[in-house]
């Protein structure tokens, strides 16, 4: 069996033998009856299976749980012991004469019981054909009077026809929790909740901290739902009444496999399975992109993914700290430019359109009010700040919030109206529209002024820099950036003293310069407490310098990851600025695989502890971290090594957040680093994920090999590195790719993954390339890998036309560790 899997995956691999085990092949289990492991109970309709399975070839717990029947890839949508694994085969679920299902161990100690409040006469369990095991009376299929059921207590899937969602009667509460791992079904950080305070919506949380939100059902989808729509594989529906609140879907044909899931990183996800490819391939996403953040932008304010920076105030609000929300902290939201005066009763409301409605956990509602109504209900009630029908499919009913409106955003489509309270001297204003017109003008004039005149400058130093060399970089002003050069900015950052750091640096001594970069030297220091640090000064003149400090301070300052380098602080006078960093003392990563001497102390082990690490240091930047980083300039000379060798990567001057979840963004200037740039972001400037993971599988053949992608020379041929282990792939001789120097040290299996995990993420074609998850979950397990197609650039060695924006600070040669920006070409 050959697998493309999809991430995030709840997929199994069973050995084969627990699964030609079977014994059992009905339904039902009945009073006392024993399943052992190596049993399995089917649903009648062949759907569904149950049984012990171990979800990892690397560990021997067992659970007990229930899984497709009919697809390939074991796909577990339910497990009973969760918490409680067992360590080897000796369990046994039973049934007891009082209806209740208990999970044994070796010692006959109960690990796990079904719970229920009721008992039951003569009881019998079966597992139904929508996956729902469930105890009921012998005699009685009314699903009412079930005395337990699956269904119940979901775990990380969300089956169809199964009710998600608040029983008021029966005090429960179905609600999703995410597994520990893709290996690991123990309960995990993310929870996925319906909350009842105000109109229900759904909360998922983060341990306590909130993720995203649902937004409240607006009669045809979740607000924050736009890309829910009637189609032909599920119809969808909400419920609410005293009794229960819950949104259910069904299959429109049960022969299409659909799935819900919240995922171990967090992320909700329908998928459906593809017999064809045998995958599971997602069908929708939840959350869509950084906008889908809860409360990004703070109180009042409003996320457009379309605008950079994203976030902005509602109409009629301002920044509560312009400061902060100039340097992109907008946790502190807006506030009013006017001040409510309810007792005068003349304030009124402004219609904004096309929304994602707010957090609704202080809001009131009434279903048979109109619209009318609800504007008089609204302006009644002093603290109430805006309103909205609660069916817009019908415009009916009325939903009003109190106090502060937090998680709006806009969408491009299928957005809803909402009416924010506003006071009188603030409505129809015309001054202010025109205000806002002249400035509609007014900013284009002026951003073309200056990108003109940094234009010319521009190309004034090109001129000026004469015939360069060429380098093995293209490196330009980041865009956007021409116009919003601040003279004060005050950072959250730990700010040095100046004096500090010339001391630490022995007043920037040569000495102590560890390199220098395309945007100025970087100095090793000691702090008085004996602390080391690497100082990166940026160079006043250096307009780039700037823009890139910019930029690594707003990303890096933000992430923490024991696999990426960490920023202690910044320390600006005088209008230099320097960041400084943790030192490593370990420099770079080029100057071990690529150096003739060290090379030999990076045994396996260690390249294959590097080849991890920085896996997860970039699936962090790309699925983990508060936002979706693409570093665009992954390298060697940008993988630090600390002390113990642990890779950090580093230099994020070039980091953009993605906006949108599955897109991909373009620019025109073209950064980063021959050799390691994608085929799609080289030749037409688009970069994603996709382009990340292509510079990974770079990186993955030189830690192998120990050679430079670019610059590779081979006596038969013409190709590069990539074009070289594509070869030697094809012929079945990759081994003969490795490293010389640790030719002893390693472990064929685990080199020949690596070398064909790299080559799939230096496929061609992005869509072709797994992404991160998907790379982690390859390194870190057994499952099988697809036959990688042909390699992006695999012949290429010249510069191509396309790129030639330019090149900069040609004269910034440099061994510099930290890595602004290397020169030699390579
Ligand atoms: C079922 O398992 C329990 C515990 O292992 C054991 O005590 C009991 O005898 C078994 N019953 C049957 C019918 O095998
Ligand atoms: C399983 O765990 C129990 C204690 O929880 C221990 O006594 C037993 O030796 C373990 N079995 C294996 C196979 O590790
Ligand atoms: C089992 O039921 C009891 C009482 O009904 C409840 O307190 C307990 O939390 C339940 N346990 C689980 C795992 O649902
Ligand atoms: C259930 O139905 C069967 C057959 O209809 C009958 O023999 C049995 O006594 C019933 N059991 C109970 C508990 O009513
Ligand atoms: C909203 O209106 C539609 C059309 O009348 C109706 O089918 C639906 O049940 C309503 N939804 C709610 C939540 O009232
Ligand atoms: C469901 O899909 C299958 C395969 O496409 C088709 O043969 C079958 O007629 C469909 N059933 C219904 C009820 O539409
Ligand atoms: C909801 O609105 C209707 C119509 O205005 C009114 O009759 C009813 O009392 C309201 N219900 C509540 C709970 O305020
Ligand atoms: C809003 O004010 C009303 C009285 O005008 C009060 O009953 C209600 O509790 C307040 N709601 C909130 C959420 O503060």
């Known amino acids: 069996m050959k697998c493309f899997l999809s991430p995030p995956l709840f997929i199994i691999f069973f050995t084969i033998s627990t699964l030609l085990l079977t014994t059992t092949a009905i339904s039902t289990i009945t009073q006392n009856q024993n399943i052992t492991d190596g049993q ?5 309709d062949q759907s569904f299976r149950m049984g012990f399975f171990t979800p990892s070839t690397r560990s021997p717990n067992r659970f007990f749980g229930i899984w497709y029947n009919r697809i390939e890839l074991i796909t577990v949508v339910w497990v009973a012991n969760r918490e409680t694994p067992l360590n080897d085969t000796s369990g046994v679920l039973t049934l007891n004469n009082e209806g209740t299902l208990m999970l044994l161990n070796h010692a006959n100690t109960i690990i796990w019981s079904s719970n229920s409040s009721t008992t039951a006469n003569n009881p019998v369990a079966q597992l139904l054909d929508t996956g729902n095991l469930m105890i009921r009376n012998e005699n009685d299929t009314n699903p009412d009077n079930y005395v337990w059921q699956s269904f119940d207590y979901p775990g990380d899937t969300f089956m169809p026809s199964m009710k998600f969602g608040k029983d008021f009667v029966k005090g429960l509460d179905k609600y999703l929790t995410s597994w520990k791992s893709v290996d690991d079904p123990s309960i995990g950080e993310y929870t996925n909740r319906f909350d009842s305070n105000g109109y229900p919506q759904i909360l998922l949380r983060r341990g306590s901290e909130l993720e995203f939100s649902s ?37 429109v044909n049960s022969s299409i496999v659909s799935r819900f899931i919240l995922s171990v990183d967090g992320i909700l996800e329908r998928y459906t399975w593809i017999e064809r490819s045998m995958r599971w391939e997602i069908y929708v996403t939840g959350q869509m992109d950084s906008c889908d953040r809860y409360g990004l932008c703070g109180a009042y304010g409003i996320c457009s993914i379309n605008d950079s920076p994203p976030c902005g105030c509602l109409r ?49 509602f009434n279903a048979s009010m109109n619209l009318e109504e609800c504007e008089s209900e609204c302006l009644r009630k002093c603290n109430c700040t805006a309103y909205a029908s609660l069916n817009i499919s019908t415009g009916s009913g009325c939903l009003i919030w109190f106090d502060e409106l937090i998680d709006m955003r806009v969408y491009a489509e299928d957005g809803q109206d909402i009416f924010v309270r506003m006071a009188a001297s603030e409505l129809g204003d015309r001054e202010a529209r025109t205000k806002r017109r002249v400035i509609i003008i007014v900013i284009p004039v002026v951003v073309s002024i200056t990108v003109l005149l940094a234009l010319c400058l521009f190309v004034y130093r090109k001129r000026a820099q004469k015939k360069n060399e060429l380098t093995g970089e293209i490196r330009v002003v980041p865009e956007n950036n021409f116009a919003t050069v601040n003279k004060r900015e005050d950072w959250e950052l730990p700010l040095f003293e100046f004096n500090t750091i010339a001391n630490a640096t022995s007043n920037f001594s040569d000495e102590l310069k560890l390199g220098e970069g395309g945007f100025g030297p970087v100095y090793k220091g000691v702090l008085e407490d004996g602390k080391e640090i690497a100082v990166k000064r940026h160079s006043r003149k250096s307009k780039q310098g700037l823009d890139e400090f910019r930029n690594e301070v707003q990303y890096i300052a ?12 910044c320390c600006i006078k005088e209008g230099e600025r320097m960041l400084i960093y943790e030192y490593m003392p370990n420099k770079s990563l080029n100057s071990f695989i690529f150096d003739d001497g060290k090379r030999k102390s990076m045994d396996w082990s260690n390249r294959y502890k590097i080849i991890n690490g920085i896996a997860r240091g970039l699936l962090y930047l790309h699925q983990d971290s508060r936002l979706r980083i693409i570093h665009r300039d992954l390298k060697a000379s940008n993988i630090l090594l600390d002390k113990e060798m642990n890779p950090r990567i580093s230099d994020f001057g070039l980091a953009r957040i993605m906006e949108g979840s599955d897109t991909q963004a373009n620019t025109r200037r073209v950064m980063g680093t021959y050799g390691y740039m994608a085929p799609e972001y080289m030749i037409d400037g688009i970069y994603s994920v996709k382009s990340d993971v292509f510079s990974f599988g770079v990186l993955l053949l030189e830690i192998v090999s120990g050679k430079k992608n670019r610059g590779f020379r081979h006596a038969n041929h013409d190709l590069n590195l990539l074009g070289h282990a594509w070869r030697l792939y094809q012929n079945e001789k990759h081994m003969d790719l490795i490293d010389d120097v640790i030719k002893g040290s390693y472990t064929q299996s685990e080199v020949n993954r690596i070398i064909q995990i790299g080559l799939l993420c230096v496929q061609n074609y992005p869509e072709d390339r797994p992404d991160m998850t998907m790379v982690v979950l390859m390194l870190g397990s057994e499952v099988l890998l697809p036959e990688p197609k042909e390699p992006g650039f695999y012949t290429e060695r010249r510069r191509p036309q396309e790129a030639e924006s330019s090149s900069s600070n040609p004269e910034g040669s440099s061994s510099n560790h930290l890595s602004v920006t290397y020169m030699q070409p390579r």
């Open 558 to 569: 933000k992430l923490q990851h024991r696999n990426l380098v960490r920023l202690l602080g």
């Open 316 to 364: 009629g609000f301002e920044p509560r700290f312009p400061e902060e929300w100039r340097r992109a902290d907008w946790d502190n939201g807006c506030v009013r430019k006017v001040e409510l005066d309810c007792a005068a009763g003349g304030d009124g409301f402004v219609k904004q359109s096309g929304v994602k409605v707010p957090d609704t956990r202080r809001s009131w």
């Open 40 to 44: 399995t109970i089917v649903s009648d």
């Open 215 to 251: 937004g409240p059902w607006n009669g045809l989808r979740w607000s924050g739902m736009p890309n829910l729509k009637p189609n032909e594989i599920y119809t969808f529906g909400f419920e609410f009444n005293e009794r229960e609140v819950y949104y259910k879907y069904e299959l």
